[in-house]
Nanobody
Framework: QVQLVESGGGLVQAGGSLRLSCTASKNIFRTSAVGWYRQTPGKKRELVAHITNGYSTDYADFVRGRSAISRNDAKNTVVLEMNNLNPEDTAVYYC????????????WGQGIQVTVSS
């Protein structure tokens, strides 16, 4: 069983920055598209940013221009850096991996809280 472990969440003031990191317990990243989602109470989980194993990236409109996603396949790690945070960014952030080569598999992290104070 693969585990995705997130770190780097917490409380940050509006206008500040945050760096979220996710590491997989097994060597799956070379064959996976990975990304970050977020969810607030009563709302659907939504994509924040995504990076394929070909290093193509995609960002949600609400973070485009103030976020950067990167990956290190040797370390099975994906990092999301967010700047100019605002209270609307408050959510639980989830790491996601989709194995795209070989048997299909999908993994989620347990989620990490990000709270932006005004």
């Amino acid at each position: 069983q693969v585990q995705l472990v997130e770190s780097g969440g917490g409380l940050v003031q509006a206008g500040g920055s945050l760096r979220l990191s996710c590491t997989a317990s097994k060597n799956i990243f070379r064959t996976s598209a990975v990304g970050w989602y977020r969810q607030t109470p009563g709302k659907k989980r939504e994509l924040v940013a995504h990076i394929t194993n070909g290093y193509s990236t995609d960002y949600a409109d609400f973070v485009r221009g103030r976020s950067a996603i990167s990956r290190n396949d040797a370390k099975n790690t994906v990092v999301l850096e967010m700047n100019n945070l605002n209270p609307e960014d408050t959510a639980v952030y989830y790491c996601h991996a989709l194995v795209t080569t070989g048997p299909f598999a999908e993994y989620w992290g347990q989620g990490i809280q990000v709270t932006v104070s005004s």
